[in-house]
Nanobody, 123 residues
Framework: QVQLAESGGGLVQAGGSLRLSCAAS????????MAWFRQAPGKERDFVAA????????VYADSVKGRFTISRDNAKNTVYLQMNSLKPEDTAVYYC????????????????WGQGTQVTVSS
């Protein structure tokens, strides 16, 4: 099983940017589809973005499309989430997730999860 560790969260003003990183260990993620989810206080964990194992295809939640970009560097065993034009409603704990091969967007499809990193956007 791959272990995941997120970093890069913090406090930012509305309109600002953050880049989250997800460092994998234990095995290479080159054959894993990767995704980001987020969970706001009192809400369920929601899908944010996903990327295929080769990085050729991505998918985004409508709420972040055009503002967030998921990418990966398999040589560094790391996945990124570039977040621009942040809004207060983006405030949440952001989680990285991995599953073998096929890209999916449902939480139940992912077996490996990180501990999460807090993102807070002030108005």
């Amino acid at each position: 099983q791959v272990q995941l560790a997120e970093s890069g969260g913090g406090l930012v003003q509305a309109g600002g940017s953050l880049r989250l990183s997800c460092a994998a260990s234990g095995r290479t993620i080159s054959t894993y589809a990767m995704a980001w989810f987020r969970q706001a206080p009192g809400k369920e964990r929601d899908f944010v973005a996903a990327i295929t194992w080769g990085g050729g295809n991505t998918v985004y939640a409508d709420s972040v499309k055009g503002r967030f970009t998921i990418s990966r560097d398999n040589a560094k065993n790391t996945v990124y989430l570039q977040m621009n034009s942040l809004k207060p409603e983006d405030t949440a704990v952001y989680y990285c997730a991995a599953r073998p091969y096929t890209m999916r967007s449902m939480e139940s499809d992912f077996g490996s999860w990180g501990q999460g990193t807090q993102v807070t956007v002030s108005s």
